[in-house]
Each structure stands twice: as C-alpha cells, then as structure tokens.
C-alpha cells in the first residue's frame, strides 16, 4: 500500500519539529540525548496539572487547542486510509498490516473517540478529552468480546498550548505504572497540511519510534465498529 511518498526518519534526530509542537515556555532539547534520559529527564516534559476541583483546573483549553480539536470535529463520521511511513525494528509487526483505517466515530463537546483498525484488528481507540485546562489522550484497548485488554488507558496530557495543528501527550503517572519502560513515551497527532494527518510514538530511552499517515484526501467507507464498542 503505498498511497503517500516515503519519508525517511532517524528517530532521534527527528525529535526537534515534533518537540516544537509543546508551545512558548516549555524547554525542550533539539535532539533527545539517551544518556539524559536514562538519568530521568524527558524529552518532552508531562504539563504540571492543577488539582481537580479548583478553578484552574475548570479554565478553557487554549485556543490552540480548541482549534486542533475543531479540526477533527469538523471530520466526524469520516475515516481515512492510512500507511506507515517510518518505524524502527520493535515497530516491524505493524508496518507489515495490508490496511490501516483511522475512523472518527464520535465528536461531542467534551469527547473525541478516534478507532485504529489494522486490518481485521479492531482493538485500538484514540480517546481525546477536556481535562484540567488541556488536553489528554487515552489508547482505550479492547479485546474482541469487548473487555478492556490487560494494557490499557495509557497516554497523557498534552502541555498547553501547543500548536493549533499539531499537540503532544507525554506519558503520564498512569502509563509510567502499568508500562515502566515507557515512562517517557510520547504521542504525536499532527494535522501536516490540508491532505495528511499523522500520529505516532516516540519512546527516547529505548530508542522506539513509528509514525503513521493518513489521506484526508480520500475517504474511504468506515470500517465495522472496533470492538466493545
């Protein structure tokens, strides 16, 4: 399936324009040195949040933020043809799937809900929310009854405000717990320009990386519901 060019990556030299995304006043290296992350530092530091219940933690997301969540909105019900486009050797298994469909299922107010289908695989959901002032993504993973795999809900808060196409979700305290090698992952989604929409993981530690594109250019008909839902 090769329906974009290819694009030639080196995970960590590549860090820089995805760590740009994280907005004036977070301070973020151009490359990510692994020895630095070995000793606990990030390569994109996880928002520090305000307590639940407060004020703060009630104020608007910014409107980076909301204009990054209008965008997918304005898409719901619509699912789009994707490729892997780079991926380093733990990433292998997933670049050699046939068909890979992002399908926005659902956009309210207050919740996004994004499927991953990898051919008959209808296991992984992106689940965007308003949390605290910003924004969290959450990989809501269902076996094919519909229970939640083992491994689930990871991922993090996005630090505000980021960029109005594109926003970062460094692991959180949840992710560090149930997948400890993955205390520094981080997500990317990223609107590239009218025709591509990319998502991917960074994991700088371990030296981990995949990135996925997808046409906005060409529809396609949305796959059966991913499973449990």
């Not at 907005?23 to 973020?28: F, I, M, R, S, T």
């Not at 799937?97 to 959901?125: K, T």
């Not at 630090?159 to 979700?169: W, Y």
Request: proline share 10%; charged share 25%; glycine share 6%.
């Amino acid at each position: 399936m090769n329906r974009f060019p290819r694009f030639r990556l080196l995970p960590v030299l590549l860090l820089a324009p995805v760590l740009a995304a994280c907005g004036e006043g977070v301070p973020v290296p151009e490359t990510v040195d692994t020895a630095d992350a070995v000793e606990g530092t990030r390569a994109v530091p996880a928002p520090e949040l305000p307590h639940p219940g407060t004020a703060e933690a009630d104020r608007p997301i910014a409107p980076e933020q909301e204009a990054f969540w209008a965008a997918i909105a304005e898409r719901c019900g619509e699912a789009y043809p994707g490729e892997v486009v780079d991926h380093t050797p733990f990433y292998t298994s997933a670049a050699a799937y046939d068909e890979v469909v992002a399908h926005i299922i659902e956009c309210s107010d207050e919740r996004i809900h994004m499927a991953l289908h990898m051919d008959d695989d209808r296991s992984r959901n992106w689940i965007l929310t308003r949390d605290r002032g910003t924004l969290l993504l959450k990989h809501d993973h269902r076996n094919p009854d519909g229970t939640e795999e083992e491994i689930t809900q990871y991922g993090g808060h996005a630090p505000s405000p980021g960029l109005a196409h594109r926003q970062i979700f460094p692991a959180d305290e949840h992710t560090a717990r149930i997948l400890p090698e993955r205390w520094d992952n981080f997500w990317f989604m990223d609107f590239m320009d009218d025709e591509i929409f990319a998502y991917g993981v960074h994991w700088p530690e371990q030296g981990h990386s995949i990135r996925i594109h997808f046409d906005l250019t060409s529809p396609v008909e949305p796959p059966p519901a991913p499973w449990g839902y």
